[in-house]
């Protein structure tokens, strides 16, 4: 079993729909959580960044945190075609090595 | 520079053959990372260098892959007599201090192809 499970894609919408995109994982030591988006051919760029357990938002976009149920869900509001991207859930240990283990990835398309 | 930068942004060898791949981070960027992206995967973790030194090289496959970061700024991943399951994109990414708190940045990627 992986350390980070993502739920497999992939995930087609329409324009202005709810995304909900959501990740679980097994070792207890990662305290820092992260989504990424990716672009084809392309280099992850952080999205969301969250610490322990709870919620942020960032406009359209909310991440949630539930590290008692080891669960991680990316939220995306009146979604849009330029969201249309892989979506990467990434989390790390805290220490001075940040090292990313990140999900699978699940490919969003938004429709028009 | 503004962001991290990879050369060559393609690469395709035969197998056997030697590679050299180029990561610049971002200019006062500590930490450095290699991560390795399969198609169709999350990138995995190659290594990790925080000045001139690897702290961490728990994610290199074997032996025939190497990386050096020799002035604490550009870094090279070497990997030798290339198989056909190296084939990937190799991506690079720095970041201020390497903590947990200090954010990632990555580069657009080397994608290698071994024929």
């Known amino acids: 079993q992986k350390e980070v499970e993502q739920d497999p894609g992939p995930l087609s919408v329409p324009e202005g729909a709810i995304v909900s995109l959501n990740c679980t994982y097994s070792?207890?030591?990662?305290?820092?959580f992260m989504w990424y988006r990716q672009y084809s051919r392309k280099g992850p760029e952080l999205l969301m960044y969250t610490y322990s357990s709870g919620n942020k938002e960032d406009g359209r976009f909310t991440a949630q945190v539930d590290k008692s149920s080891k669960y991680i869900s990316l939220f995306i509001r009146d979604s849009q075609p330029s969201d249309s991207a892989t979506y990467l859930c990434a989390m790390s240990e805290s220490g001075a090595n940040s090292k990313l283990t990140f999900g699978k990835g699940i490919t969003l398309s938004v429709r028009p | 520079g503004a962001g991290v930068s990879q050369t060559p942004s393609n690469k395709v060898t035969e197998k056997g053959k030697y590679v050299e791949l180029r990561c610049d981070p971002i200019?006062?960027?500590?930490?450095l990372y290699w991560y390795r992206q399969s198609l169709g995967q999350g990138p995995e973790f190659l290594i990790y260098f925080q000045g001139t030194g690897a702290a961490d090289d728990s994610g290199l496959p074997n032996d025939r892959f190497f990386a050096v970061r020799p002035e604490g700024s550009v870094s090279t991943l070497k990997i030798q007599r290339t198989e056909r399951g190296d084939s990937a994109v190799y991506l690079c990414?720095?970041?201020?201090?390497?903590?947990?708190?200090?954010?990632?940045?990555f580069g657009q990627g080397t994608r290698l192809t071994v024929v």
């Open positions: 070792n207890s030591a990662f305290q820092y």
């Open positions: 990414a720095s970041s201020l201090t390497g903590g947990a708190n200090s954010q990632a940045f």
């Open positions: 200019s006062g960027h500590t930490a």
